[in-house]
């Protein structure tokens, strides 16, 4: 309680004395600047010979639970995205405010992820220090939240340049991690931290492996218990998690994404090209589509159980072009898929194109929620 306090005074503190300078990634594409700048992922196949329940449709039984969930509570989250995860704050329309964090409590989730774009707001080698403007809007969000009484996973997002020259740009990351744990150890064990979003372009198993044991030993030092997300390559896809090499540590959770199938979920987004011949794609839940959802989930299940560690799904969501029956319906399946397995999970997104909520008039899309929360 008192340790709280101290932290709470700190980060006010901080907050009071912190300067607004912004400045912009330099690696950011300016060209991507009016939409989202995620790359397009390869729809992975999965096999879909099988047919059992449709998903959408909770069932009391699960086909398979992971064991190893040490300390995680059953996670219902939702990403705060495109605010602090854009080339500067506001770029993306999207600003977060007390009563957004608030409204997240108040209907029913009980975590979020924050997403932020680190790499836009490091100084020079060798320090790459982070500017105080963006660490007290961070520290704003993370006591908005801590108050609301929810878990928050703060993630380093979009580090572009990251996953285009992982050599030059690896002591960048450490730094960024270094002053994050540092500035963040006495926060509650309820901040867990995720050490990058869907690493994929060149930064290959073998690389990332390598970071992930450098970043953990940095952090270990000054967060010997915090719970650390680690996602694998390839944006963070079930199969990916094969590749990843675990640090002995008991307090680690894995995180995967699931977007599939590709051509629903991002049926018409802005960012990728060729997506609006997706427009109209609906998902109905057949036994197919059903069994495919379930395989996924069981294969990163059996890798959970294999390797004792505890899943996250750190990213799932159908955007607003869907036609919104469909989208409930996938939405649904998605989430009651991972709960009768046991993994905790985080919609993306709060109020983007992916979102559920407007953040102008304060309002729920009603229906979508009740599919997540029911
Ligand atoms: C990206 C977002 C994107 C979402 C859906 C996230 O990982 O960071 O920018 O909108 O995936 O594609």
Same mark, same amino acid.
């Given at each position: ?18 300067? $607004? ?33 449709? &998903? ?5 039984? &699960? ?5 190893? $969930?040490?300390?995680?509570? %059953? ?15 506001? %770029? ?17 989730? !009980? ?7 680190? +790499? ?39 580090? !572009? ?11 960048? =990351? ?22 990058? !979003?869907? &690493? ?16 953990? #030993?940095?952090?270990?030092?000054? /967060? &010997?218990?915090? #719970? ?12 990916? *998690? ?13 995180? @995967?994404?699931?977007?599939?199938? @590709? ?6 987004? +802005?960012?990728?090209?060729?997506? +609006? /011949? ?18 996924? =989930? ?6 959970? !159980? %294999? ?18 029956? +469909? ?22 997104? *709060? $109020? ?6 407007? $953040? ?8 979508? *929620? ?5």
């Amino acid at each position: 309680m008192k340790t709280r306090l101290v932290t709470l005074l700190i980060l006010l503190w901080i907050l009071f004395v912190s300067s $607004c300078d912004i400045p912009r990634d330099p690696y950011f594409d300016v060209a991507t600047s009016a939409a989202n700048s995620a790359p397009t992922l390869d729809p992975y196949p999965v096999s879909n010979s099988e047919t059992s329940e449709i &998903p959408a449709t909770p069932s009391a039984t &699960p086909t398979r639970q992971a064991e190893a $969930c040490p300390g995680l509570p %059953a996670l219902h989250g939702v990403n705060l995205g495109n605010a602090l995860d854009a080339p500067w704050p506001g %770029a993306w329309g999207v600003t977060m405010t007390e009563a957004m964090i608030q409204s997240i409590a108040d209907a029913g989730f !009980n975590a979020t992820r924050l997403p932020v774009r680190f +790499s836009a707001y490091t100084g020079a080698a060798p320090d790459y220090a982070l500017s105080e403007s963006i660490l007290a809007t961070v520290d704003q969000i993370i006591l908005w939240g801590l108050d609301a009484g929810l878990i928050i996973l703060l993630d380093v997002h979009h580090f !572009n340049s990251l996953m285009q020259s992982p050599t030059t740009e690896e002591a960048r =990351f450490l730094a960024i991690w270094e002053q994050l744990a540092s500035r963040y150890q006495s926060l509650p064990a309820t901040v867990y931290f995720e050490l990058l !979003n869907e &690493p994929h372009g060149e930064m290959d198993a073998e690389t990332w492996n390598r970071l992930v044991a450098q970043s953990m #030993t940095l952090i270990r030092q000054t /967060n &010997p218990t915090r #719970t650390i997300v680690i996602g694998g390559v390839d944006y963070s896809r079930i199969e990916a *998690l094969e590749f990843l090499v675990w640090p002995d540590d008991p307090h680690l959770a894995a995180a @995967f994404h699931y977007y599939e199938p @590709f051509e629903f979920t991002h049926q018409g987004a +802005s960012w990728l090209a060729g997506s +609006s /011949n997706w427009l109209g794609t609906s998902w109905t839940g057949t036994p197919d589509e059903a069994a495919a959802i379930q395989q996924a =989930f069981d294969r990163a299940v059996d890798w959970s !159980n %294999a390797h004792q560690i505890p899943l996250i799904l750190g990213e799932f969501g159908a955007i607003g072009n869907a036609e919104s029956t +469909s989208r409930q319906t996938w939405t649904g399946a998605i989430a009651r898929t991972a709960e009768r397995r046991g993994i905790g999970w985080f919609y993306w997104d *709060l $109020c983007s194109e992916f979102g559920l909520y407007n $953040c102008e008039k304060g309002k729920w899309d009603k229906d979508l *929620l009740d599919v997540l929360l029911p």
